[in-house]
């Protein structure tokens, strides 16, 4: 029941079972004394106050972190998430649609906005981020040349792949969905929140988990069936480009994602007078265009 991964003693900490499909996984609660729990990768889920209708470029709050690296789980409440990602920095971490979880940890690290230093985002930089969403859609690029739009939430790529079911709908005591009521426990101790809510937010980060040891299996294959494709320059190019840029470009389609985030939430600044000139040139192209054809 423990690792020599751990730097302190985690056994006066509570258990939480946690059963899914076939198999039950022990969670406890993280705090600060326990030190570093995790020695390679692991996936990590944030549970946060309702995303608002009419603010949607706002960050919502984060409630309550989910760890877990295949064999054991940790909660780790709000205020101690700065100091769980400090007792990991250079560890692996996975996420189901990174640029949420990516957003929420930083404005819990950074609620400012100041403290360059503390930047979630330098971990993406260093190639340590995964993110099984990005992952599932550009299998299926690879695979069946689209994009899966909605086909790659949590629910849908574990029901896929690892054939388990995650209740995206559980209703919460007090009325309203589980997802949706996180906001109703924040700031208690993860002893005193409800095991309804434990459930839900255990379920995210183990499906995330094996969501991702099942995405590798299916990439050596995809990246066999690469030499039949156009441009293909041989295997030593293929493994630099994967090593340069991840499995199938997942590094530069990360990158990509969080800076479309940042330019939807805060948009994009237009030199209104630029823009009309230009206008106004592309007309004139199209003009002399359509009177050559």
């Avoid at 751990?6 to 079972?17: H, N, Q």
Wanted: proline letters at 7%.
């Amino acid at each position: 029941e423990s690792s020599p991964v751990f730097t302190t003693s985690p056994s006066d900490s509570p258990v939480f079972t946690f059963p899914l499909g076939p198999s039950q996984y022990r969670f406890r609660v993280w705090v600060p004394a326990c030190g570093k729990v995790f020695a390679g990768p692991f996936a990590l889920d944030t549970e946060t106050t309702k995303i608002e209708p009419d603010r949607p470029f706002h960050t919502p709050t984060l409630v309550l972190g989910v760890a877990f690296n295949g064999t054991q789980g940790w909660f780790i409440a709000a205020k101690d998430m700065p100091a769980f990602l400090a007792s990991h920095p250079s560890n692996q971490l996975i996420f189901h649609n990174a640029v949420f979880d990516l957003a929420v940890l930083q404005a819990a690290l950074n609620p400012r906005g100041t403290a360059l230093h503390n930047d979630i985002y330098n971990r993406v930089v260093a190639g340590r981020v995964a993110d099984t969403l990005i992952m599932a859609r550009l299998i299926v690029l690879a695979t069946q040349g689209h994009s899966a739009i909605n086909q790659c939430s949590l629910d849908y790529c574990a029901k896929l792949y690892l054939g388990l079911t995650l209740p995206k709908d559980t209703p919460a005591p007090g009325g309203g969905l589980i997802r949706e009521t996180f906001h109703r426990v924040m700031g208690k101790p993860v002893e005193e929140i409800l095991p309804v809510y434990l459930q839900y937010a255990a379920g995210d980060a183990v499906a995330t988990w094996h969501l991702y040891q099942h995405i590798k299996t299916l990439l050596p294959a995809i990246k066999e069936h690469a030499r039949a494709a156009f441009g293909y320059a041989g295997p030593r190019w293929l493994d630099e480009l994967w090593q340069k840029h991840g499995p199938l470009t997942h590094n530069i389609q990360l990158k990509a994602s969080i800076v479309l985030d940042f330019i939807s939430r805060t948009g994009v600044l237009i030199d209104q007078a630029r823009r009309d000139e230009k206008v106004a040139s592309l007309q004139k192209v199209v003009n002399e265009t359509r009177r050559t054809l």
